[in-house]
């Protein structure tokens, strides 16, 4: 029998318990990011592109301490604490960006978030995803939905979603990441130009791009309905894991980004989320008309 990461015994987490402790300490860590003054000459990371804070920190902080109390036996894997030696495993995993849409954050554009994922055998099975400058939660459990402040069910159109009729129809989210040179940044920006450009000249003229700052918020507004489609190499499993359920659970799908990459890890680097459609139709031929875009391919 195939692995069900879900599939129950006495010691099987317990995903909807997991689910309410988790959007309690995204609340928490909402007052953090809210009350904070983010020193306007953060600390970089790789450069000055990547940034991190102090708030990340103390959120993470707060989020681990939090976690390791309530559930001492489930690993931890976070972005502030991430050591590359120690990669995600089959174990039941908490997978924490304290602070998705770090440079929004340091600038004062109010699109950030908490994003709290969890994963069992490496899939994502609880996400929970809050932006506490717009008080908007995302969350969803494996098999049991996603929603949108706990009572609105996602996609936001529900059945009368639109059917997805192609790249020229779709709104697109993109990032250009923080390496901003080299082979993956030659491939994102000759996409982007391919994608962009007029169809008489050789393009897929999508509708528009769209680059807000936050992966998870990204998937997020997949999976509500309102981005068509979003693709992004370069981001780490804490960036979209939690958003990976809550997609799922609302009907999108979530691929590789890079070509027949039907199969995708939550840890493999490249992605392509793609929202939900009346009985998912477009949905595949969505993605292979996008890969058919790619410009060369995302290695990291
Ligand atoms: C970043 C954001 C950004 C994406 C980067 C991420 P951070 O996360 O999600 O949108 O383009 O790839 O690293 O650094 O703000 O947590």
């Known amino acids: 029998m195939a692995d069900n990461p879900t599939s129950q015994s006495e010691s099987s987490p317990n995903l909807n318990e997991i689910h309410d402790f988790l959007i309690e300490i995204a609340f928490?860590?909402?007052?953090?990011?809210?009350n904070a003054l983010p020193n306007t000459d953060p600390g970089s990371k790789k450069n000055s592109?990547?940034?991190?804070?102090?708030?990340?920190?103390?959120?993470?902080?707060?989020?681990s301490a939090a976690l390791k109390e309530k559930y001492p036996t489930y690993q931890f894997h976070g972005e502030e604490s991430y050591d590359p030696n120690r990669p995600l495993t089959d174990e039941?995993?908490?997978?924490?960006?304290?602070?998705d849409g770090t440079i929004n954050f340091v600038h004062g554009f109010p699109h950030a978030c908490i994003s709290l994922g969890f994963t069992v055998k490496r899939t994502p099975v609880v996400g929970v995803v809050f932006n506490p400058s717009s008080?908007?939660?995302?969350?969803?459990?494996?098999?049991?939905?996603?929603?949108?402040n706990r009572t609105q069910r996602l996609p936001l159109k529900g059945t009368d979603i639109e059917p997805l009729s192609g790249l020229?129809?779709?709104?697109?989210?993109?990032?250009?990441?923080?390496?901003r040179k080299g082979k993956n940044w030659e491939t994102k920006i000759r996409t982007f130009e391919k994608l962009?450009?007029?169809?008489?000249?050789?393009?897929?003229?999508?509708?528009?791009?769209?680059?807000?700052?936050?992966?998870?918020?990204?998937?997020?507004?997949?999976?509500?309905?309102t981005l068509d489609l979003y693709w992004e190499g370069g981001c780490w499993a804490w960036d979209v894991c939690a958003g990976w359920v809550i997609l799922k659970e609302a009907g999108g799908i979530i691929v590789d980004g890079n070509p027949d990459g039907w199969e995708p890890t939550v840890d493999g680097r490249s992605y392509l989320a793609v929202r939900a459609?009346?009985?998912?139709?477009?949905q595949k031929e969505l993605v292979r008309e996008f890969w058919s875009n790619i410009q060369g391919r995302l290695e990291y």
């Open 135 to 148: 008080r908007t939660l995302y969350s969803a459990i494996h098999g049991q939905g996603a929603f949108l």
């Open 28 to 34: 928490k860590a909402g007052d953090i990011i809210t």
């Open 49 to 63: 592109a990547d940034l991190v804070t102090e708030y990340d920190r103390a959120v993470e902080d707060m989020v």
């Open 196 to 225: 962009g450009q007029d169809k008489e000249d050789g393009g897929a003229m999508v509708r528009a791009f769209r680059s807000m700052g936050s992966a998870a918020l990204n998937i997020c507004a997949v999976a509500e309905g």
């Open 168 to 179: 020229q129809n779709a709104l697109i989210s993109i990032e250009w990441g923080s390496d």
């Open 92 to 99: 039941p995993t908490f997978v924490i960006d304290p602070i």
């Open 277 to 282: 459609s009346p009985e998912g139709a477009g």
